[in-house]
């Protein structure tokens, strides 16, 4: 099993953001830096099981609140539409290590 932690504290823009999913993912040069581009790469990426947790959401900008929303769905469906992923929300003092919807 693989598990697979999104740290986004210190994340400040959306280049930053993108760049941090290229380095964890090991995503290609070719890789888009936008979300649409991110689904395309990691889709089909994981053939076994992963876990993918996502840690200090909550201290992205306000201001790239859209992007977070966009990203939030992008792992809700990527955990939906394959039975090799569960995602995980950890949050300050927050855990919600139950599998499922996000």
């Known amino acids: 099993m693989n598990h697979i932690t999104l740290d986004f504290d210190g994340i400040k823009t959306h280049w930053t953001l993108h760049e941090y999913f290229k380095e964890v993912f090991h995503l290609p040069d070719y890789y888009g830096h936008n979300m649409d581009g991110l689904w395309d790469c990691l889709d089909c990426s994981f053939e ?9 959401i909550e201290k992205i900008p306000s201001e790239m609140s859209e992007a977070v ?5 992008l792992f809700d469906d990527l955990q939906r539409e394959n039975e090799n992923v569960t995602i995980q929300i ?12 996000l």
């Open 69 to 73: 929303e966009i990203m939030l769905e």
């Open 90 to 101: 950890k949050s300050g003092d927050i855990d919600d290590s139950s599998p499922g919807p």
């Open 48 to 56: 076994c099981p992963t876990t993918i947790v996502l840690k200090n």
